[in-house]
């Protein structure tokens, strides 16, 4: 799967390259109240392409971030369950008593248990 990854990135690299390279003509870049230029088109593209790159990082750090802290959330839950699990197991062996002792036939029977 990576190396599809890779070979995507490589050929939309290629590609805004060779039109950057064929576009050599220059423009005007109008930014609402800025205006740039006259600008080679290729330097355009490649800043567009360099910002979408960063913008594109900026968005992966932060829902890195996010899992990290959903994971460590979970993880604190996970460890609480196993505690309260091995809590529960624990009194249920109290209870129980020893294994292959002798109990009477009512011994440890409440109303609501059923075969």
């Given at each position: 799967?990576?190396?599809?990854?890779?070979?995507?990135?490589f050929f939309f690299f290629g590609v805004l390259f060779v039109v950057g390279v064929l576009n050599s003509s220059d423009v005007?870049?109008?930014?609402?109240?800025?205006?740039i230029g006259p600008v080679p088109m290729g330097a355009v593209l490649a800043t567009a392409a360099i910002f979408g790159v960063a913008f594109t990082c900026a968005i992966g750090v932060l829902d890195g971030i996010k899992i990290r802290l959903t994971n460590r959330q979970l993880r604190k839950q996970l460890q609480r369950l196993e505690e309260e699990s091995d809590a529960l197991r624990l009194q249920l062996a109290r209870h129980q008593g020893p294994v292959g002792g002798h109990t009477s036939a009512t011994e440890g029977y409440s109303p609501g248990d059923r075969a």
């Open positions: 799967m990576n190396i599809l990854v890779y070979l995507v990135v005007t870049v109008n930014l609402w109240l800025w205006h």
